[in-house]
DNA sequence: AGCACGCCGACT
DNA sequence: GTCGGCGTGCTC
């Protein structure tokens, strides 16, 4: 076979279709064409119907359902645009129901939704379910009935602030002339004009903000988690008038998502939120902000699996308005764009200097087991700092014992269900697998048929625990994922955390302590380096200015391009690194996985230049292939992908094992951009 | 997904 | 001669 081109037979088909209705005049009359609801890929493309008399209603953006097929089976829909004369050359059904005249999908949503779904091989369906929340016909009245009251959400505009912290009227005119950055964050803290404790990263972003919407049009700014949402809708009050704030984060209940959605779509606005903010509604685009792209939460978990910075860049291209970047720590795939001067860095006005003190070596043999773990140096910073307020202490882990071993012979503690290591949540607790949960009473060893475990490792709880002994009398508070903190008082108190759960201290902390350093840069995986500089940088960012912030256990170059804040530097090496290996984001990659003859012929028909195949290799799931790709061929790679997807779907049935009928045919899965062949 | 169309074996 | 097997392809 030779290679597969993108539209097959679309002229044979269209020619067969019309003559098999040979009373299927193309008709004039208005039409609809619509986007159906349907997961089936082969039904990912625009659908004319006919709008019958009466419907006067039908218009872009509205909800309807119509007919597919057969009479009985219909389907919901949106209207994408309405025009007078029809496109397909059949006879064309009629629209049979308005659901809703709310225009819910926007057309630079539509716009987006299409581009963003066939750059990463999957359907506009899938990414608009992440761009429209689910109908709520009570906040949809309400809102008609707002609307048609004259009522707007229009408010006193205020004075906006100039930016802080940046070269003067630098960052003000990247929003004026919508220019493109990759944002250098300020550490520290400071109290928004609300009096909240917020990060200074969420006061610049929430200033850029207000920029966009002083000036006519909207600003969408997503974050990795719902607590950055709150921080950034904190840095946002008293900075834009209250009704411009939509927040758009799956913590909300859907009636106020979609309450958000109307917001949003109504007129400018600042939406704040976590990934999917990235699909809410802007006509007039002015800022589009992505926080911290490193964080995994980032990258979007649902088919096609598009991560928030690169729908953001798709967005920008399609709509412009200013584009912002911002970290404490650049990531590779924004330093790449930076070296393709397609995005420019800007810098704080002042380097900042955090106090931060590397101490590679822990050895304190004669010590208390409680500072073993904790060098000198360290101990005194966290002793003196007590005496003033707060001290934020980073560990890699929750819990009470991270691991188990047997005591007998040492060997580490598996589930006997998915070979996972087992925990302890708290001291004397029944050790539980820390994958899948299992509880494990009643263990004996594999090996050595001892019964008795010892711990490994010290989680947040046992830590915790260990340094309330150790510092008598000072209130120890525990921030983890089961024990959510999101702010601490300026009185002195030892907070531990596990990283990506601190809370923000009132007047920042007087020290912090980076305890599991040495742990964490142990992990295997593609960006585990830059992922230590994200968590350690976005801890000592928490500090007041000129605490000290002690990283332990970790030496080397990495230690000082924290120590000097020459983070720029430390991204740009490591990009070179990954360029020498062929890493992404160097190239891209991506994964295709379904049964393994399928996934054969998949890889067969793609073969091209520029696309390196590995694999197939047997996985649960069947067969995986990893592609890895030049950007230069990866937007026909991902039309032909979809044209596989598209044929395999509608061709392929029944698995081929013989006598075995109605076995579900497992359809063939592309996750373009796909970090998991990189990581272990 | 459903459901119609189509081309080969045993029935009134 | 035809009823019906489910393989193949389409859904405006």
Redesign the pocket.
């Known amino acids: 076979m030779s290679t597969p081109s993108a539209s097959t ?1 679309a002229s ?3 020619g ?2 019309a003559g098999r209705h040979p009373g299927g005049e193309p008709s004039r009359g208005p039409v609809a ?1 619509v986007v159906l609801d349907s997961p ?1 890929p ?2 990912d ?6 709008i019958p008399p009466g419907l006067d209603a039908v218009g872009p953006g509205i909800r309807v359902r ?5 009479a ?2 219909t389907v919901d829909a949106f209207v994408v645009e309405t025009a007078d004369e ?3 050359p ?4 009629d629209i049979e129901a308005v659901v809703s005249d709310v225009p819910v999908l926007r057309p630079e949503v539509w716009a987006l939704a299409r581009a963003v779904a066939t750059r990463a091989a999957g359907s506009a369906n899938d990414v608009l379910r992440l761009a429209i929340p689910k109908r709520q016909v009570r906040v949809e009245r309400e809102w008609l009935a707002r609307r048609s009251a004259g009522e707007r959400a229009e408010s006193t505009p205020l004075v906006p602030a100039p930016i802080e912290g940046y070269p003067a009227g630098a960052l003000e005119s990247v929003i004026r002339d919508r220019r493109r950055v990759a944002l250098a964050a300020i550490p520290g803290v400071l109290r928004s004009a609300g009096g909240e404790w917020v990060g200074r990263w969420a006061r610049t972003l929430a200033e850029a903000s207000a920029l966009a919407y002083h000036a006519g049009r909207s600003a969408l700014v997503a974050v990795p988690d719902y607590r950055d949402v709150e921080q950034l809708a904190a840095a946002l009050r008293g900075i834009v008038p209250e009704g411009s704030v939509v927040r758009w984060d799956a913590h909300q209940p859907n009636p106020e998502r979609y309450r958000g959605l109307l917001r949003a779509a109504e007129g400018p606005a600042v939406v704040i939120g976590t990934r999917s903010v990235v699909y809410a509604p802007a006509e007039h685009l002015g800022l589009i902000a992505v926080w911290n792209d490193g964080d995994p939460l980032h990258r979007e978990p649902l088919a096609p699996y598009v991560h928030a910075r690169d729908a953001a860049l798709i967005r920008h291209e399609q709509q412009g308005g200013a584009l912002i970047l911002a970290g404490h720590a650049r990531t590779a795939e924004v330093q790449r764009l930076v070296e393709l001067r397609w995005l420019e860095a800007m810098a704080p006005a002042r380097r900042p200097r955090p106090n931060l003190v590397p101490t590679a070596s822990l050895v304190s043999a004669d010590r208390p087991a409680e500072q073993a773990r904790i060098p000198s140096s360290a101990w005194r910073a966290a002793r003196d700092a007590l005496r003033e307020g707060p001290v934020l202490v980073q560990v890699a882990r929750p819990g009470f014992a991270p691991g188990l071993a047997c005591a007998e012979c040492a060997a580490p503690a598996r589930c006997r269900v998915c070979g996972g290591p087992l925990g302890q949540d708290r001291a004397g607790a029944i050790p539980a697998c820390r994958w899948c949960g299992t509880p494990a009473p009643g263990w004996s060893c594999p090996n050595c048929r001892g019964t008795r475990l010892r711990t490994r490792g010290r989680g947040s709880v046992r830590t915790a625990e260990e340094l309330g002994r150790a510092f008598p009398g000072v209130r120890v508070r525990l921030a983890d994922g089961e024990h959510p903190l999101q702010h601490v008082g300026e009185e002195p108190a030892l907070v531990v955390a596990t990283r990506g759960a601190e809370p923000i201290a009132a007047g920042g902390y007087r020290a912090v302590l980076l305890l599991d350093g040495e742990r964490m840069i142990a992990r295997e995986s593609l960006r585990i380096a830059e992922d230590c500089l994200r968590w350690w940088t976005d801890a000592a960012a928490l500090a007041a200015d000129g605490a000290p912030t002690v990283l332990v256990g970790v030496g080397g170059g990495i230690a000082s391009a924290l120590a000097t804040w020459r983070l720029d530097d430390w991204v740009r090496a490591e990009l070179a690194d990954r360029r020498a290996l062929r890493f992404p984001p160097t190239v891209r990659a991506g994964t295709v996985v379904g049964q393994p003859d399928a996934v054969a012929e998949a890889v067969r028909r793609l073969a091209r230049p520029g696309l390196e195949v590995r694999g197939p290799t047997p996985v649960p799931e069947g067969a995986r292939a990893i592609l890895v790709f030049e950007y230069s061929v990866g937007a026909e790679l991902a039309v032909d992908l979809r044209a596989e997807v598209i044929r395999q ?3 392929r ?2 698995a081929p094992t013989p006598g075995k ?1 109605g076995r ?2 497992v ?1 063939l899965r592309v996750h373009l951009d796909d970090p998991s062949p990189f990581e272990e």
């Open positions: 037979s044979d088909s269209a067969v279709v064409r089936l082969q039904l493309r625009l659908f004319d119907y006919r119509v007919p597919l097929r057969t009985g089976r029809q496109q397909f059949g006879p064309l059904s779907s509608s061709t049935r029944a009928r579900r045919p359809p």
